[in-house]
């Protein structure tokens, strides 16, 4: 019977765009995911958005939206993203969802029924970036962010934490995995001896939360209504638990380091006084700097996924960070490491040994896998020897999260079978047609392409998509039908047929770092990355900002927040051509900076298309696709279009570089 695996990720709060210090954890959990997956266990991974409290109540106000808008638009950007990134969450959990909503209620009267409630006042210190009450006195900044906090007074309900403070210490001390790494395991043991005094659990000064059952001008502490999401996304609370009684408890809830405490102390406390299972494990990453500092949307240093993924793929994001990050450990952003890790490891690594073996395969066994030769030199013992190891020592990394050095371990065969290939020199051994050189060369193509084989294999749940297709060239078909589990030495299939042989991996330049970094820049103007330095140093964060009055827009205009939906961006034409029995349309292929995009725009009476080479035009960027005379169209040209006239295209009178955003 296979084995069941519940793996979690936070929530992400909904005040900014997602960055990718969320996209690590993700990219982490999904990896674990993916490998349990092969190994033909029951798996459920979970992620969502965590959307209520006053920060983003807040933080909508500032963008002069109501809450729910809000949220329903930051929302489906996570989604969206985790999308495009091929991330495969079975379930995400919106905390604005109905099931929810009705989940926090059951598990809140769960817990009060049981006597852990009671009724007070709170008067002492809150700090809204955190969601977090602070001991301290009035005027003191958050020691946790450093933010300043704020003065609250208000009538609330209290969790009696206290009474758990022995049986924590004891869960903490007898179940020495519940908190991983051990750094976090001793921080939390010394927060909890220290004494633990009862927790507010809800706030009455603002509505943006859960009623608190029969006492709805209480919302619920927006900690515990996060908190709950990993069971009501199973069904706690509802009329059908079979999720729950299934998946429950989670295997792993993984988490960043800045928020262990409310995961190892009150996360397990409300469990208890609930009558609930506690997690198997709660672990602990460590925080993705970036210009020396953790990224965050706060401090204005951070990168997107999106700039990533477009400009090297998703994989080699993936790659990057679990290779390059020590886990559990901080580890630093910059895009010369990514390239330069793209390059040695990927372009000339893997992919450089899969598109050598498999193209010699071709041109000296006709796309056929060759039979090796009984007779075995040393070196392709060790070889052999060297991948079994490899499988064995891979699986055991992986199982204790130590991907960096999984990855190193298998990139270890990697260079292996390079040197193995260089001194074996088979493309010496293909000019000879004797009987000896032919099995010589059959048995190191073989021997290079098994291990390319379990290579390829141990790095899918790292990058889904090039070993899929490295999979598929070797002709092995659809690798989610792998089980991990079976992988050993020597299952290549002699005369198995080769797919079509393609790089996976093609080298990026010096300019890739450029458009990276030229992609960032841009994208301040639209607010989604990086903030002008000057604001690094700003006193308050956006979040803690006091609220702005939501703008009110007459009838017939829109706001500089619809204008900024409309990429409009400086191109230039490099290809145009009449498309055949259209009159009106050309097909140009213009130059974004990032990416070179087909367009048909129908300036074909107005325009001979070799006057069109060079010029630079504004296009509409970000415009769906959709088809023209069959050629699909990516963006739209800005043109004037006088009533009855030929349309005349937008240009400039001073040289822009390509690629400008127009605003
Ligand atoms: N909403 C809460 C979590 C509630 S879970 C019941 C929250 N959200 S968050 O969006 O601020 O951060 C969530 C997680 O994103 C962090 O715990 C961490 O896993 C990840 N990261 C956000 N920034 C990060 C880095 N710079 N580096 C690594 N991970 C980061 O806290």
Known sequence: MSKKFYITTPIYYVNARPHIGHAYTTIVCDTIARRHRMLGDDTWFLTGTDEHGQKIERAAQAAGKTPQQFTDEVSAQFRALWNRMGLTPDDFIRTTSERHQQGVQALWRKIRDNGFIYKGTYTGQYCVSDELYVDAEPGAPCPDCGRPTETVHEENYYFKLSAFQDRLIRLYTEQPDFIRP???????????????????????????????????????YVWMDALANYITALGYGSNNTSKFEKYWPADVHMIGKEIVRFHCVYWPAFLLAAGLPLPKSITAHGWLLFEESKMSKSRGNIVRAETIVDVLGTDALRYFLLREVVFGQDGSFSFDALVQRYNSDLANGLGNLASRTLTMINRYFKGEVPYPSHAHTPADVAIAAAAKKTIADCGTLFDQYQFSRALETAWGLVSAVDKYIVENEPWSLGDKQDEESRSRLATVLYTSAEALRIVTALAHPVMPDATAKIWAQLGLGDIGKFDLTELQWGQ????????????????ADKSAVDRMQKMEVQSVGTGEARQPAASQTAPASPEVAPAKPAATIPDGKISIDDFAKVELRVAQVKTAERVKGA????????????????????????????????????????????????????????????????????????????????K
């Open 182 to 220: 051990e750094t976090r395991r001793n921080e939390v043991l010394s927060f909890v001896r220290g004494g633990l005094r009862d927790l507010s659990i809800s706030r009455s000064t603002f509505s943006w939360g859960i009623p608190v059952p029969d006492d709805p001008k209480h919302v619920v």
């Open 492 to 507: 290549l299939h002699l005369g198995t047929k080769l797919g079509e042989v393609q790089a996976v991996f093609p080298r």
């Open 583 to 662: 009159d009106k349309l050309l097909r140009l292929e213009v130059d974004l900076g990032t990416e070179i995009r087909q367009l048909v725009a129908g300036i074909a009476e107005a325009y001979d298309p070799e006057t069109l080479i060079g010029r630079k035009v504004v296009i509409v960027a970000n415009l769906a696709p959709r088809k023209l005379r069959g050629l699909e169209s990516n963006g739209m040209i800005v043109a004037a279009s006088p009533e009855g006239g030929k349309p005349v295209l937008a240009s400039f009178l001073e040289d822009v570089p390509v690629g400008t955003r127009l």
